[in-house]
Nanobody
Framework: QVRLVESGGGLVQAGGSLRLSCAASVRGFNFLAMGWYRQAPGKQRELVATISSGGITSYADSVKGRFTISRDNAKNTLYLEMNSLKPEDTGIYYC???????WGQGTQVTVSS
């Protein structure tokens, strides 16, 4: 069984920063492609960033240049560094094992204007 636990969300002013973490209890974490998604109130869940097992990253256009996805395979942990936050970044952020239905419980990010 895979368990994902997100943390690091909170309330921040526009222009501020947050760092999200996702602790994964799974064997072979280093072989897994991972992703961060978010869901704003009243909207569908959207892909924010991905990272392959080899460390190749990709980002949604809306966060390019502001967010950085990374991983620490020794700690079985996925990260999302978020800078220059905007009110439209508000939502629940989830980590995901790519191409599976394995999700964490999410962590709330609220950006005030």
């Amino acid at each position: 069984q895979v368990r994902l636990v997100e943390s690091g969300g909170g309330l921040v002013q526009a222009g501020g920063s947050l760092r999200l973490s996702c602790a994964a209890s799974v064997r072979g974490f280093n072989f897994l492609a991972m992703g961060w998604y978010r869901q704003a109130p009243g909207k569908q869940r959207e892909l924010v960033a991905t990272i392959s097992s080899g460390g190749i990253t990709s980002y949604a256009d809306s966060v390019k240049g502001r967010f950085t996805i990374s991983r620490d395979n020794a700690k079985n942990t996925l990260y999302l560094e978020m800078n220059s936050l905007k009110p439209e970044d508000t939502g629940i952020y989830y980590c995901n094992v790519r191409f599976t239905d394995t999700w964490g419980q999410g962590t709330q990010v609220t950006v005030s204007s």
